[in-house]
């Protein structure tokens, strides 16, 4: 079956280190997003994808990046971890590039520590 | 600017109450769709329903049910009959072109419904 995963499940890391998440779907899907969940916000936008060599910035796009060299990843990088960046990592993705209202599917998530 | 409000964070019932979880959007775009997702406490977010500006029927599925009123840009949802299995997190969500991160969803911050046995 297709699905979407994130590795790791779990990660912790010191403040200053350059943290990498992974995301891999295999639905073929076009668009991908990395969201982050902290307790009282909800799920803020990081950045995102319509399709390759496409990245775009979100909400909360401060201290991290994306790359997009094929449609099944789109890994999100932490360029030097702080505290502040200790959240759930999600990331989704949906089917055509840039259609309105195209359902999103999210994987596990990633749960991320920043000491 | 697009936003969306749920505005009950925690809502405890006892098994086969009927429960209703609040959403009101707000958007200036006349094409947009909202989401309901489900977040059991294993952590993963379940997709429940999506639907679109221009159809405000009602939609029933099984114990669950969502009321689209236009008119006062509210997206409720209610679990009738409430299991214990229904205790998650359900987040509301809003995708509209006048969002400028694209086809990205806008999130409530979720209500948390407990339900005991």
């Known amino acids: 079956d297709a699905e979407i995963t994130q590795s790791p499940r779990h990660k912790i890391t010191e403040t200053g280190r350059q943290v990498t998440l992974a995301c891999h779907q295999t639905w073929n899907h076009n668009n991908m997003f990395w969201y982050r969940q902290d307790l009282g916000h909800g799920l803020r936008l990081i950045h995102y994808s319509y399709g390759v060599q496409d990245t775009n910035k979100g909400e909360v796009s401060d201290g991290y990046s994306v790359s997009r060299s094929n449609t099944e990843d789109l890994p999100l990088t932490l360029e030097s971890a702080a505290s502040s960046q200790t959240s759930v990592y999600f990331c989704a993705s949906s089917d055509v590039s840039g259609l309105l209202g195209d359902t999103q599917y999210f994987g596990p998530g990633t749960r991320l520590t920043v000491l | 600017a697009q936003k969306v409000t749920q505005a009950q964070t925690e809502i405890s019932v006892v098994e086969k109450e009927d429960v209703t979880l609040d959403c009101v959007y707000e958007t200036r775009d006349t094409t947009y769709y909202l989401f309901w997702y489900k977040q059991p406490p294993s952590g993963e977010l379940v997709f429940l329903i999506r639907?679109?500006?221009?159809?405000?029927q009602n939609e029933i599925s099984g114990r669950y049910s969502w009321n689209f009123q236009k008119s006062t840009s509210s997206f409720n949802f209610t679990i009738t009959a409430s299991q214990v299995v229904d205790s998650a997190v359900y987040f509301c969500a809003l995708s509209g072109r006048g969002n400028q991160a694209g086809t990205a969803l806008i999130f409530g911050k979720g209500t948390t419904l407990s339900v005991s046995s």
């Open positions: 639907r679109n500006s221009f159809d405000e």
